[in-house]
């Protein structure tokens, strides 16, 4: 699953875009926690202790935030899903 990354979490990737080995039928869960073990910078920037995804980071899965999206982080992905991760931005 291709996934991108923007601001301060390219710079962590070291990339743009990634391809992101999940199965067929994966949740955007899964997805995350698979981007988290291969990229370990981005697990304190990304999931908390629990392992839950920080309240500060969206994702959105074809331009639509996944907190609008039925399931959230159980949502379940589709082959040529869009996937693009933003940390918190500011600015005036």
């Known amino acids: 699953m291709i996934v991108h990354f923007y601001a301060t979490l390219r710079q ?3 990339k743009r875009e990634v ?5 067929e039928s ?4 899964q997805l995350v926690n698979e981007i988290v073990t291969e ?7 990304m999931v908390d202790k629990k ?6 980071i ?5 331009g639509r935030d996944m907190a609008y999206l039925e399931g ?7 082959p ?13």
Do not use: C, M, T
């Open 12 to 14: 962590i990737v070291g």
């Open 19 to 23: 391809d992101i080995p999940v199965p």
């Open 26 to 29: 994966a949740s955007l869960r």
């Open 39 to 45: 990229y370990p910078g981005l697990r304190q920037e």
């Open 51 to 56: 392992n839950n995804l920080q309240s500060h």
């Open 58 to 62: 969206h994702i959105f899965v074809n």
């Open 72 to 78: 959230g982080l159980d949502y379940q992905l589709s």
């Open 80 to 92: 040529g899903d869009r996937i693009s991760i933003f940390p918190p931005v500011g600015g005036g």
